[in-house]
């Protein structure tokens, strides 16, 4: 009797000792189950919270990499990590989670592995034992699909692409050590690094990070240097904040939070600009939002012609008072 | 020291921008430049010359393209770029990331001597920002990138970079390949007579045979099966605030199920 040969598809799971997996994750791990059989890699020990989660999303094979005292930081690090674990399940797709860090670990798994890479794709399928990832560019006006013309494929995910559920039936999520010896390349050494702290308000709730949040407020030049009003609206929604690369030059607010081609790229369920006008650099950045919504005085602004919904005015006024309209209305719900 | 820097004619952001019936870029001379953050890259050359000081320095000018391409070249050369040196040749058309990093290592290689591979983060056009890891490698050497602020000193080079909630200070010896944002300089604006002087300055071209590559199908991993213009989006809605702009956006919102 001949058998199908189930390809193994193999995630690399971002992992923090104290957090539960991030949402990105879980998508990937999503999108795995529909491709093949799902192994899990993670880089370090995984925490009880996050196994638990492997196991809703199915996955019976956790692998975790045991680097010794290399630098797992280093892109090229992780990357033999990932380029070990390919051998030794034989995936024959990795899938990463799009992020500036896991484009580079994806290139280098995949120039060491031999398998072809597409990058920052919101589809994966198999056609016929191809895989086809599809992609939206040039600003949102072209839709592409490229297929896989290797035996193995590296690809990267971008956050948001689809709704993360958990498998039909559990996995067991056993972990199994994957002992990797890999060194920093001869000549690189990381000096510093500092994580930065998750932006909180005043009653302490954290923000969602910008690339993997479901709804964006951005706030540009029309913001005059004052975040409050953006602040409030994104607080009211349990939005993320983002901005234009023009006010980062202006030192109202760090590059991480900058939104674009040189920054980061979006998706987002719904995306919110305020005092921005929608440069091409910018729009590239975040055209993939299901929902664009402008706050403009300038009615012809470029960001309102691609908008979805459009108000003409003052942000100072207009994020505070669709704000208090949100509490408003979530505490008559919570009341009835 | 001798710098490569690796640059791409891409089309502008402002034309309208689309692909061939073989589902390649449109890529013409009237509405192409070269990749705005490629011109970050080129004056990350020119101050690392002036960082290492006395000696012998040359930066190299890369492009992998057609005809056109030689635009990218001439505007690095504009910028102050001694050499200019452009691989192209039918057989490497529709090179993907592979191809293309693959094309420009075997460039570099053959150029030899080279102490650093400049890049821009990203092509403007694909947005993949994959090419500088691929390029360190296929030439085995340390990358910088991402790097908002480069600086040499005592024969090594240290980068800032910011990324994923993250920053890092990441030190590499030469040779090594480096990709700067944006925010890592000022490029500057090429003066009359440099225009005229790059002008007469021939660039080099290099065939793919030369380099001892087949072609772009067996480097290429990847395919582009499909490419299609989407529908325009449909007209917004509009509401002109008079006071009551803000429920109207909170309306929106729920009304939508949005939030
Ligand atoms: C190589 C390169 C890369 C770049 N990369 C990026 C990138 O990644 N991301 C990015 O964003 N930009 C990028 N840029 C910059 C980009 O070209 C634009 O300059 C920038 O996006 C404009 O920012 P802005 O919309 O905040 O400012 P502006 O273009 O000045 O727009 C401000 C808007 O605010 C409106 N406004 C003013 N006051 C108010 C008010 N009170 N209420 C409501 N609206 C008001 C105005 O009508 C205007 O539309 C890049 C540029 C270069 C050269």
């Given at each position: 009797m001949t058998e199908t040969a189930v390809r193994t598809v193999l995630v690399l799971v971002e992992n923090t000792a104290d957090a539960a997996l991030r949402s990105p994750a879980l998508e990937a791990l999503t999108l795995a189950r529909t491709l093949g059989e799902v192994v899990a890699l993670t880089l370090t020990e995984p925490n009880r919270r996050a196994l638990d989660q492997l196991a809703e999303a199915g996955v019976d094979r956790v692998l975790q990499a045991d680097l010794g005292d290399a630098p797992r930081e280093i892109p090229v690090v992780a990357a033999a990590a990932v380029a070990a674990a390919v051998e030794h399940v034989r995936a024959a797709l990795v899938l990463l989670t799009s992020s500036f860090v896991n484009k580079e670990i994806a290139a280098h798994t995949a120039w060491r592995t031999g398998a072809g890479l597409l990058i920052d794709v919101t589809s994966l399928a198999d056609d016929g034992?191809?895989?086809?990832?599809?992609?939206?560019?040039?600003?949102?006006?072209?839709?592409?699909?490229?297929?896989?013309?290797?035996?193995?494929?590296?690809?990267?995910?971008?956050?948001?692409?689809?709704?993360?559920?958990?498998?039909?039936?559990?996995?067991?999520?056993?972990?199994?050590?994957?002992?990797?010896?890999?060194?920093?390349?001869?000549?690189?050494?990381?000096?510093?690094?500092?994580?930065?702290?998750?932006?909180?308000?005043?009653?302490?709730?954290?923000?969602?990070?910008?690339?993997?949040?479901?709804?964006?407020?951005a706030g540009g030049r029309g913001t005059a240097g004052d975040f409050g009003p953006v602040e409030d609206l994104a607080d009211a929604l349990g939005a993320a904040i983002g901005t234009t690369r023009d006010a980062v030059d202006e030192g109202w607010i760090g590059h991480d939070a900058q939104v674009g081609q040189t920054g980061v790229t979006i998706a987002p369920r719904v995306y919110i600009g305020a005092g921005i006008s929608g440069a091409p650099h910018h729009h590239g950045g975040m055209q993939a939002a299901r929902t664009i919504i402008a706050v403009n005085t300038d009615s012809e602004a470029p960001l309102v012609e691609i908008s979805d919904f459009a108000v003409i005015g003052d942000l100072h006024e207009i994020l505070p008072a669709a704000a208090a309209a949100i509490r408003s209305r979530r505490d008559a719900a919570a009341l009835s | 020291m001798r710098i490569v820097v690796c640059v791409k004619h891409v089309p502008d952001l402002q034309s309208t921008r689309g692909f061939t019936a073989e589902r390649r870029v449109i890529r013409s001379a009237d509405d192409g430049t070269m990749n705005e953050v490629d011109e970050n890259a080129v004056e990350a050359a020119l101050a690392l010359v002036a960082a290492a000081g006395d000696g012998e320095h040359e930066i190299i000018a890369l492009t992998l393209g057609p005809d056109v391409a030689a635009d990218a070249v001439r505007r690095a050369l504009q910028m102050g770029a001694d050499r200019g040196v452009r691989i192209t040749d039918d057989a490497l058309a529709g090179a993907d990331y592979f191809g293309t990093a693959t094309a420009l290592a075997a460039a570099i290689r053959r150029i030899g001597d080279v102490d650093v591979v400049l890049t821009g983060m990203a092509a403007l056009d694909g947005l993949g920002a994959v090419v500088p890891s691929l390029l360190a490698a296929a030439l085995n050497l340390p990358q910088l990138t991402v790097v908002q602020e480069l600086t040499y000193s005592g024969g090594a080079l240290t980068a800032r970079r910011e990324l994923d909630g993250v920053t890092e200070t990441l030190r590499a010896t030469l040779p090594a390949v480096v990709a700067v944002t944006d925010l890592a300089n000022t490029p500057r604006f090429p003066k009359f007579k440099d225009i005229m002087a790059a002008r007469a300055k021939e660039i080099e071209v290099f065939g793919a045979a030369e380099l001892g590559l087949a072609d772009a199908a067996s480097t290429a991993r990847t395919e582009v099966v499909r490419a299609e213009p989407r529908p325009p989006r449909p007209e917004p809605e509009i509401v002109t605030d008079s006071g009551a702009g803000g429920r109207a956006l909170a309306d929106y919102l729920i009304s939508n199920n949005l939030i």
């Open positions: 034992g191809r895989l086809v990832g599809g992609k939206r560019v040039f600003a949102g006006t072209w839709d592409t699909e490229c297929a896989i013309t290797t035996d193995r494929a590296v690809v990267t995910l971008r956050p948001n692409a689809l709704a993360a559920e958990p498998a039909a039936a559990p996995g067991a999520a056993v972990v199994e050590r994957l002992p990797v010896s890999a060194a920093a390349p001869a000549g690189l050494e990381l000096l510093d690094r500092v994580v930065h702290e998750v932006s909180a308000d005043a009653s302490g709730v954290v923000r969602p990070a910008l690339a993997e949040a479901a709804i964006v407020v | -």
